[in-house]
């Protein structure tokens, strides 16, 4: 089993920065490969970006540029530096992880363990 707790969330100005973090414990296997997703209220969770075992990062377009992820192994912790934030950034954040291996470690994966989700809130 693996539990997930993200930090981070907040509201911010569009053009702001932000960070979100994900303390992982339990089998560290289960978390070769993590990522972030997010819910908008109305929509479907959708996938932000993810880290595979190699420290590949794989981005949704929207994000691309803005968004960066990271993974500190030591620590167990993946991060999510977001800058220039815009209102359509706004959602429920979500970590998530699964022992999936590079090649299927992607946006459209699936993650057995999830965190409680953390809120970004984007003001224009």
């Known amino acids: 089993q693996v539990k997930m707790v993200e930090s981070g969330g907040g509201s911010v100005q569009a053009g702001g920065s932000l960070r979100l973090s994900c303390l992982a414990s339990?089998?560290?296997?289960?978390?070769?490969?993590m990522g972030w997703f997010r819910r908008a209220p109305g929509s479907e969770r959708e996938g932000v970006a993810v880290?595979?075992?190699?420290?590949?990062?794989t981005y949704r377009d929207s994000v691309k540029g803005r968004f960066t992820i990271s993974k500190d192994s030591a620590k167990n912790t993946l991060y999510l530096q977001m800058n220039s934030l815009k209102p359509e950034d706004t959602a429920m954040y979500y970590c998530a992880a699964d022992g999936l291996s590079p090649p299927m470690c992607g946006l459209r994966a699936r993650y057995n363990y999830w965190g409680q989700g953390t809120q970004v809130t984007v003001s224009s």
């Open positions: 880290i595979d075992s190699n420290g590949r990062g």
């Open positions: 339990g089998y560290t296997y289960n978390t070769r490969c």
